[in-house]
């Protein structure tokens, strides 16, 4: 299983058409972890599957989605209902029991991952407007492929670029 992961574009259709153009084919599902300011009937949001976040305002999407595949679950939300700016616990308490392998979220337009109890924690930064440490590649999403023992997760820039220095192999348990 191999996905992607974007957030916190607000408004700007065309990187998340250039993203869809240059995976399509390449990835099992594509997933959009809020704040993306662009109604569902857009054609640009059909191949995402799409939460609504705290800038989402007058624009239906759920709070969470989750998709099942062969190797496990995965659950996306924004983060902003689970105080994601302070700690993940309140995520912790959601992939319990939602029983999730991979729990995507956005909200800090900060990236980051992290493997808990079994369970990546991936933020894939904010592709518009990204904060923290990498700010100068100009926002960042991800890659997540699942192996039997591990989590490879590849951090891109908004070129579609790998960025060399984000990538992580993060062991399953």
């Given amino acids: 299983m191999k996905i992607l992961l974007v957030s916190d574009n607000h408004g700007d259709a065309q990187i998340l058409q250039t993203i869809y153009d240059h995976f399509n084919g390449k990835v ?11 109604p569902s009937n857009d054609p640009v949001m059909t191949p995402y599957q799409t939460v609504i976040g705290n800038t989402d305002w007058g624009i239906t999407y759920p709070t969470i989605v989750e998709e099942e595949f062969p190797e496990g679950k995965v659950v996306v939300t924004h983060g902003h209902k689970y105080q994601v700016n302070t700690s993940l616990t309140p995520l912790l308490m959601l992939v319990r029991e939602k029983h999730a392998l991979i729990m995507g979220f956005g909200h800090t337009h900060q990236l980051g991952c992290e493997v808990v109890k079994g369970t990546l924690f991936i933020n894939p930064g904010s592709i518009s407007q990204p904060r923290g440490e990498y700010t100068r590649l100009g926002g960042t999403f991800a890659t997540v492929e699942v192996t039997p023992t591990t989590f490879e997760v590849q951090y891109y820039n908004r070129q579609c670029q790998p960025v060399s220095e984000l990538q992580f192999s993060l062991k399953r348990v």
């Fill in 28 to 38: 099992d599902a594509f997933f959009h972890c809020g704040d993306s300011n662009l």
